[in-house]
C-alpha cells in the first residue's frame, strides 16, 4: 500500500511516511475567514502529525456549512454526510459495523443544538469511540444567518433581532449526559486546538470538543457573542495543553505540581498546565462548576474540561468478537443447520 | 338454578343431532393480563397435535391488562386459516363484554360461561354450558394469589371434554408451554383436570362441534411471523441492529435479540457476531442500519406505521446515494396512533415512494410465516444487490398471530453481497467513480471503508457519476434516470407474484400478504355457493412484475383485495397500468382492524358483481 512505501528523499514526512498533503481534501466552498476552514486545517494536522493511516478514518457529518468540511480534509477517506442533526446515529452503526475504524464527525451548534440534540444526547451516554466535533457559530451558516441554539442570550443578529433566549452549554450538557472526554477550543488557537484534537482521537470514547467557530459572513460583528473578537479577548484558558503520542518519547518540560498529566486510552499522554487553581480535568463537579462560573462572567474556559477515562466504550459494552461486523464470513454469521432444526423442534 | 344444572333451551337442543367436525371457530373472552395467553395457546396447539389445521388470532386491546381480549381459534379441516366471522363456540370470561358477544353471535352458536354471569338468561337460540370457574379453582390452586393465572386452564379442561379434543394431547401442549417450569406445569395440570372432570358429571352435549384425529399438520411448526422474520434474518447473516419499540414490531426485535443470544454467540468467548441497539427513536435506528450498511454490514430494523413515518427522510438518503437496508414495516391501523394492536395494510402506499422527491423503494409482501422467513433473507441479497433499501411488508395479523407451518428449510448456497469493486474489477475499469453505471443496468460499484480500494464520500447533495457535488442539471436528471433504470433491474430480482389462471373465469383476484388467506376462501365460497369462477394473483412485491399487467389484461374484472380504505396498492398499479385497463379494475376493501375473512369478500363480490356499488366490505 502507499503508505509504506518509502517517501522520496528530502520531502517532509510523517512516521508513517506521508507528507501533509496526503492528509488534505477538496477545495474548500465556505467563506473565505470561516471559522469552520480553521478547524479543517487543525484536523489535517493533527491526523499527519499523529500519522494515522488515513484509510482508517471516516468521516462523519450532518447538514450544515460546519457539515461540508468534511469534503476539504482527508481526500483519502470514505466520508458520510447524512442528514440534519442525524450523523450520531449513521457514525454508530458504521463504528459498530467496523470497529477498527477511527471516525470523526463534524457537527454545527445548529445541527447537534437544535435538530440534532435527541441524538446528541443519546450519543453522549453511549460513549461510542468518535470524536465529535461541534464547529460552533451561535448561528445557522447555510441558511443565511438565523440563531442557534447556543447563540448567547443578549447577542444580535445583523437585522436587528436580540436572542432573549438562553443558550444551551453543549459542553456543560455532554458533561451532565456522561460524555468521558469533553473539551471547548476556538478556531483560532492553533496550538490549543490541535493538541486537544489529538488527545481526542487518541481517546477510545465519545471525544466532544465545541469549538468557537466565527462565521464571519453572518456573525462576526459587534454584538455578537461569538465573533472573532469577542472570543479572542473573553477565551479563558485553563491553562496550556500539550498532548504527547504514546510513540513520542519527547521530555516535557511541565512543572510537577503545577501540571496535570492524564493518561489516555492508547498509553498517551495529555498534559495540562494549569492556571486555574485547583482545576481538575477528572473532576465531573468542577467541571460543571467552572463552566458555570466562567459563562457568568461572559467568559469561555478552553481547554480540555473533563477526561473519564477506563469506561468501557459502546463496542466494548456489546462485547463484540475483535473483527468486523461487516466483514465476517458466511459461516460466522449463519448458524449451522443444526441450529435451525434446532429451533423447529422447538416449535413443534 | 343449582350451580351445577346446565341450560337446555328447547331450539338449541335440536342440533344435537347435527355432527360439525373440524370445522368451527373458538372464541375466547378474557380480560387481558389475566393469563389466558398460555390456555388459549394450549388449546390451539393440542387441536394442532392432533392433526388439525388451526389458526389462532389474538385480538388485544392497546393496554397493560384489565382491558377486554378475544383470542380466536380456527379448526378447519381443509386448511383454511384465514379468520372466520362467526364465532361458533364462545368461552365468555369477561363480565364487561359478556353480554354484547353473546348478543353477536349467529344462532345455534355454544356459550360456556362463568356461571355468576347468568348469560343463558339473554337469548333461547344457543347452546349454554355454565361453570363456577371460583370455585373449581380452590381445591385446584390452594395459593389464593396464583388462582387468576390457573383459573384459565379450568375452560381448556372442559373443551376437551366438549370437544373431544385428547386431554393427553392438552397435557403434551401443556408441558411444552411451560417448559421447564414443572410446578406451574403442575398446577394447571390439576385445573385442566378438574375442569375436564366438571364437564363430565355437570354437562350434556348439546352442540354439533368436535375435534377429530386427521393427519393434515404432521412435522409442521407453529410460529408468529415476527418470530419467523427473526430466525430469517439471523440465518441471512445480519450483524447490525438498531430498533425502536412499537407495537406490532418489538417481537420481531426481541426475539433476534433472543435468538442471536443464543446461536450467535462464541460459547467459548462469550463474544458476539452481531450489535443490537435500542434506538432512541427510530430515526436513529435507521440512521444506525445506513451507517452499518454504508460499512459494509447487513443492518436492518422493524418498525409499525408511526416508525415509518419517522424513518422518511433517511429513507430518501438510502435510496438516492444507494445504501442497503433492510426494514420490517409490521402494519397496524391508523393514521396518527390509531388502533395501535390492531391489523392493516395502511403503509403500501406511502412506503413505496418513501421521502421526498422523486423516491421509490422496494417492497417485499410476504403472506405466510414460511415466506417472511424466506424473504427476510432475501431482502437482504436484496438490498445488497440493489444497493437500496427494501422494504419487507407485513402486518399484525402476520406478525403477532400464530400461524402454522411446515419447518423452515435452512438456506443452500451463498448470499449476495452486490456489486463489490475488487482490484480486479478495479484494474479493468482503470478508475473507480461511485455512481458510473458501468453494466447499464443502473447499479454501480461500492466501496467500504478498509477494504483497501479507492474510498468515496457518501453525500445526500446531488453528485455526478464520480460521487463528486454537482448542482449540473445535466449529472442531476442522468443520475435520476439511472435510478430509475436500477428499478426496472429491481423487476428481475424481486419475487414474482403467484398465479393461479383460471381461462373459464372472467373475475380475477388480486391480493397481497394476509389478505391471500381470505381470499383464497373466498375463492372457494364463491365456486361453491354462486358457481362464480375466479383467477387469482398475489402480488409479493414491488416493483410489479410484468405479471400483474398480464393478469389485468387477461381477465374482464379484476377485484384487488386489501385492508385500507384508499384501494393502496390499487394506486400504484395506476402508476404502472394504463388507464383503459386500469377501468376493470374493482377494489374489495376492509379496514375495521380485524384481519379480513372469506365472507366479507364473497359478499361485496356478489354484490358489486350484482351491479350493486357495495365497493368496501364493511
Ligand atoms: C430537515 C432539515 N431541515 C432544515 C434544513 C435546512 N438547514 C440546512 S443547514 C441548517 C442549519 C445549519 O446550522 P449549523 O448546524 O449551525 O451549521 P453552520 O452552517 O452554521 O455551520 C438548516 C436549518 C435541512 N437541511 N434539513
Ligand atoms: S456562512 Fe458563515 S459558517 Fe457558512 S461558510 Fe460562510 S462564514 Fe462559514
Not at chain 1, 24 to 52: D, P, Q, W
Not at chain 1, 107 to 131: C, E, K
Not at chain 2, 123 to 150: G, I, S, T, W
Not at chain 2, 179 to 190: I, M, S, V
Request: aromatic share 8%.
Amino acid at each position: 500500500m502507499t503508505t509504506t512505501a518509502a517517501p522520496p528523499p528530502g520531502k517532509k514526512v510523517n512516521r508513517i511516511g506521508l507528507e501533509l498533503v496526503e492528509y488534505k481534501g477538496g477545495k474548500t466552498t465556505l467563506c473565505a475567514g470561516c471559522g469552520h476552514n480553521a478547524i479543517s486545517e487543525r484536523i489535517v494536522e493533527a491526523f499527519y502529525e499523529m500519522g494515522i493511516e488515513p484509510e482508517r478514518v471516516v468521516k462523519l457529518s450532518g447538514i450544515g456549512c460546519s457539515s461540508k468540511s468534511p469534503a476539504y480534509f482527508l481526500g483519502r477517506s470514505h466520508g458520510f454526510n447524512s442528514v440534519h442533526g442525524r450523523m450520531p446515529s449513521v457514525g454508530t452503526g458504521a463504528i459498530l459495523a467496523n470497529r477498527q475504524l477511527l471516525a470523526i464527525g463534524v457537527s454545527g451548534d445548529g445541527d447537534t443544538g437544535a435538530i440534532g440534540i435527541g441524538q446528541f444526547v443519546h450519543l453522549m451516554r453511549r460513549n461510542l469511540p468518535i470524536v465529535y466535533i461541534i464547529e460552533d457559530n451561535g448561528c445557522y451558516g447555510l441558511t443565511k444567518g438565523q440563531f442557534s441554539p447556543t447563540a448567547d442570550l443578549g447577542s444580535r443578529l445583523k437585522t436587528g433581532v436580540v436572542n432573549d433566549l438562553p443558550p444551551i452549554d453543549t459542553c456543560a450538557l455532554a458533561i451532565e449526559l456522561g460524555a468521558t472526554f469533553v473539551a471547548r477550543s476556538f478556531s483560532g488557537d492553533k496550538k490549543q486546538l490541535l493538541s486537544i484534537l489529538k488527545a481526542a482521537v487518541s481517546h477510545g470514547g465519545t471525544s466532544m470538543i465545541d469549538v468557537l467557530s466565527p462565521c464571519v459572513t453572518f456573525n462576526d460583528h459587534e454584538g455578537s457573542t461569538k465573533s472573532y473578537s469577542y472570543v479572542k479577548d473573553h477565551d479563558e484558558p485553563l491553562g496550556e495543553v500539550s498532548f504527547v503520542p504514546y510513540f513520542d518519547d519527547i521530555e516535557v518540560d511541565y512543572e510537577p505540581g503545577t501540571t496535570k498529566e492524564v493518561e489516555m486510552h492508547d498509553g498517551s499522554k495529555l498534559y495540562l498546565k494549569k492556571v486555574a487553581e485547583n482545576y481538575d480535568p477528572t473532576h465531573k463537579g468542577a467541571a460543571l462548576r467552572l463552566l458555570r462560573e466562567t459563562s457568568e462572567r461572559g467568559v469561555y474556559a478552553t481547554g480540555v474540561l473533563y477526561v473519564e477515562r477506563n469506561r468501557p466504550n459502546l463496542v466494548e459494552l456489546l462485547n463484540l468478537v475483535d473483527e468486523p461486523l461487516a466483514t465476517l464470513p458466511l459461516e460466522r454469521v449463519r448458524p449451522p443447520k443444526a441450529a435451525l432444526d434446532e429451533i423447529m423442534e422447538s416449535l413443534r | 338454578m343449582a350451580p351445577s344444572d346446565v341450560a337446555v333451551h328447547e331450539s338449541a337442543s335440536e342440533q344435537t343431532t347435527r355432527r360439525i367436525t373440524n370445522d368451527f371457530s373458538i372464541q375466547v373472552a378474557t380480560v387481558n393480563g389475566s393469563g389466558s395467553q398460555t390456555a388459549n395457546l394450549v388449546l390451539l396447539r393440542s387441536i394442532f397435535q392432533m392433526g388439525v389445521p388451526v389458526s389462532g388470532k389474538n385480538l388485544f386491546p392497546s393496554n397493560i391488562a384489565g382491558l377486554p381480549t378475544w383470542f380466536t381459534i380456527r379448526a378447519n379441516k381443509d386448511g383454511y386459516i384465514g379468520r372466520k366471522k362467526e364465532i361458533d363456540f364462545l368461552v365468555a370470561m369477561n363480565p364487561e363484554t359478556a353480554r354484547e358477544d353473546v348478543m353477536t353471535l349467529e344462532s345455534g352458536a355454544a356459550v360456556l360461561y362463568d356461571e355468576p354471569l347468568r348469560l343463558d338468561a339473554l337469548r333461547d337460540d344457543l347452546v349454554f354450558y355454565a361453570a363456577p370457574f371460583d370455585k373449581l379453582v380452590v381445591p385446584v390452586c390452594p395459593n389464593a394469589k396464583l388462582r387468576k393465572l390457573v383459573r384459565n386452564m379450568i375452560y381448556d379442561g372442559m373443551l376437551a371434554k366438549l370437544l373431544d379434543i385428547d386431554l393427553a394431547e392438552m397435557e403434551k401442549a401443556l408441558r411444552k408451554q411451560f417448559g421447564k417450569k414443572a410446578k406451574a406445569a403442575e398446577l394447571n395440570r390439576g385445573a385442566l383436570q378438574a375442569g375436564w372432570d366438571y364437564a363430565e358429571a355437570n354437562f350434556t352435549k348439546r352442540d354439533p362441534l368436535r375435534v377429530e384425529r386427521m393427519d393434515k399438520t404432521g412435522g409442521m411448526i407453529l410460529i408468529e411471523g415476527n418470530a419467523a422474520a427473526a430466525i430469517g434474518c439471523m440465518m441471512a447473516g445480519v450483524t447490525v441492529v438498531g430498533w425502536y419499540p412499537i407495537t406490532p414490531s418489538s417481537s420481531l426485535a426481541e426475539s433476534l435479540i433472543a435468538y442471536m443470544r443464543e446461536h450467535r454467540v462464541d460459547k467459548e468467548t462469550g463474544k458476539a457476531t452481531f450489535a443490537i441497539l435500542q434506538a432512541e427513536d427510530e430515526l436513529a435506528a435507521l440512521g444506525i442500519v445506513l451507517g452499518a450498511g454504508w460499512a459494509g454490514a447487513r443492518a436492518m430494523t422493524a418498525t409499525a406505521g408511526p416508525g415509518i413515518s419517522l424513518m422518511a427522510e433517511f429513507a430518501g438518503l438510502g435510496y438516492y446515494t444507494e445504501l442497503p437496508a433492510v426494514v420490517f414495516d409490521i402494519q397496524r391501523v391508523g393514521p396518527s396512533t390509531g388502533l395501535p394492536t390492531r391489523t392493516a395494510q395502511g403503509d403500501v402506499l406511502s412506503t413505496a415512494v418513501l421521502s421526498h422527491g422523486d423516491t421509490k423503494q422496494v417492497l417485499l409482501i410476504p403472506s405466510s410465516v414460511g415466506e417472511i422467513y424466506q424473504m427476510a433473507m432475501d431482502a437482504f441479497d436484496l438490498a445488497e444487490t440493489l444497493q437500496t433499501p427494501v422494504f419487507v411488508m407485513s402486518d399484525l395479523d402476520l406478525g403477532m398471530n400464530t400461524w402454522m407451518s411446515d419447518p423452515f428449510p435452512y438456506p443452500e448456497g451463498p448470499i449476495h453481497r452486490g456489486k463489490r469493486l475488487d482490484r480486479a474489477k478495479l484494474a479493468e475499469l482503470g478508475s473507480f467513480g461511485r455512481y458510473r453505471d458501468v453494466d447499464g443496468d443502473g447499479v454501480p460499484y461500492r466501496t467500504i471503508p478498509l477494504d483497501g480500494l479507492p474510498p468515496y464520500f457518501n453525500r445526500g447533495s446531488g453528485h455526478n457519476p464520480d460521487g463528486k457535488y454537482s448542482e449540473r442539471p445535466d449529472d442531476y436528471v442522468n443520475n435520476l434516470d439511472r435510478l430509475a433504470r436500477k428499478f426496472e433491474t429491481a423487476k428481475t430480482h424481486v419475487p414474482k407474484p403467484e398465479v393461479d389462471d383460471d381461462p373459464e373465469a372472467a373475475i380475477g383476484f388480486i391480493a397481497y400478504g394476509t389478505s391471500h388467506w381470505a381470499a383464497l376462501e373466498s375463492r372457494d365460497q364463491l365456486r361453491k355457493e354462486a358457481g362464480v369462477r375466479t383467477a387469482y394473483l398475489r402480488v409479493r412485491a414491488y416493483p410489479f412484475t410484468d405479471e400483474v399487467k398480464a393478469f389485468v389484461e387477461r381477465y374482464h374484472r379484476v377485484y384487488v383485495i386489501e385492508q385500507n380504505r384508499d384501494a393502496q396498492l390499487r394506486a400504484l398499479m395506476r402508476i404502472d397500468l394504463a388507464p383503459e385497463l386500469m377501468r376493470n379494475v374493482r377494489s374489495v376493501l376492509h379496514y375495521d382492524g380485524l384481519p379480513i375473512d372469506a365472507r366479507s369478500i364473497t359478499d361485496s363480490v356478489l354484490a358489486q358483481e350484482a351491479g350493486h356499488d357495495g365497493m368496501t366490505t364493511e
